[in-house]
């Protein structure tokens, strides 16, 4: 919610669980012509929630790709898997079915989750995926997503929030407060991120590449914009409805919140986490090889010589029937 809302002064003095502070981490994909939305990569700090159980949410069928950690960050596992199982065979698919060559490019610009060697981690039957990394510091500049995609997708998280919370109050006899502390939850949030990712339009996703690809947008047919309200004064008139103080400032100051990049502090947790993971991974492959003691052997060599010697004399059977192998 907007900082200048009571339920955010009140959640401030409220001890326990903050609906507010829970976080969640979501990596956005599309392609120049804005046609190919891949489903997004999401880390969350539980990888199972107790919605999951009470909603009956069944991880594999979500929109997004679930991961988990305690920070709810983007890993370069993650990452990596989220190429390997998601970006890959969805780009290979949308290739085939529209008689492109299959090639691709897959764009990055330097945040830690973003292995350099990345081609390397890719799967033999996706090699036809290229990654170009931005040179460093210019993610404001060209990173297509960050031209007004995610903060798109953010505004239409935080219209379609408000409308729920409206709707919610206008036809039960919660109040916002008990709504948002005690039926708000990852599940409903899962919801609206759907909601989000499905409304950002082909004109935003095909006029982020401006600054990227300028050739290839000139030759975009953008569609015409709709005559109406933008979607901050939908939220801020939403808001007034449900006797929220908050206007369209609060909710852009909302939206930029959590555009900035990760402290250094950050980065050497998130460098040291990935440490972790590697050496993790490191130490499970040397446990799985199973040392054999001497004893062993020798049974083996004995029980070897036994169906030698068996093999031996039944060498030259006189008569086979139907059922030998």
């Known amino acids: 919610m907007p900082n200048r809302t009571y339920i955010t002064a009140e959640e401030k003095m409220m001890p326990g669980h903050k ?24 880390v969350y700090h539980s990888e199972n929630p107790r919605a999951f159980k009470s909603h009956k949410i069944l991880k594999e069928k979500l929109q997004v790709m679930w991961r988990s ?28 079915e529209n008689n492109l060559p299959v090639q691709a490019l897959l764009i990055l610009d330097n945040a830690p989750a973003h292995p350099p060697n990345l081609e390397d981690d890719i799967l033999e039957e996706l090699k036809f995926i290229k990654v170009l990394y ?12 960050d031209q007004q995609v995610i903060s798109n997708f953010k505004r239409l998280y935080t219209k379609h929030l408000f409308r729920r919370c409206f709707e919610v109050t206008e036809s039960t006899n919660l109040t916002l407060r008990e709504f948002w502390k005690d ?16 409304g950002v339009t082909t004109k935003t996703l095909t006029s982020a590449w401006k600054k990227l690809w300028p050739e290839a947008v000139a030759e975009m047919i953008y569609e ?21 103080e908050v206007e369209e400032r609060d909710v852009n100051e909302l939206i930029e919140q959590y555009t900035q990049e990760l402290t250094t502090e950050e980065i050497q947790q998130l460098q040291s986490q990935q ?16 040392v054999i003691s001497t004893s062993e052997i020798k049974e083996i060599l004995g029980m070897w010589e036994s169906v030698s010697q068996f093999v031996e004399k039944k060498k030259h059977p006189k008569s086979c029937n139907r059922s030998c192998i």
């Open 19 to 42: 609906p507010m502070k829970d976080r969640l981490t979501i990596a956005l994909c599309a392609n120049a012509s804005g046609d190919c939305k891949i489903k997004p990569l999401l």
């Open 69 to 96: 950690n305690p920070k709810a960050w983007v890993t370069r596992k993650f990452f990596v898997e989220w190429v390997n199982l998601v970006f890959g065979p969805t780009v290979k698919k949308y290739l085939q």
């Open 134 to 145: 931005l040179p460093p510091n210019t993610t404001p500049i060209l990173q297509p997503m």
């Open 183 to 198: 039926n708000f939850n990852i599940a409903i949030c899962l919801q609206i991120i759907d909601q989000a990712w499905l």
């Open 224 to 244: 015409e914009l709709e005559p109406g309200v933008s979607v901050e004064e939908e939220i801020v008139s939403l808001g007034k409805s449900m006797g929220l």
């Open 275 to 290: 440490h972790t993971e590697v050496m993790q991974e490191i130490g499970f492959e040397e446990s799985e090889e199973e």
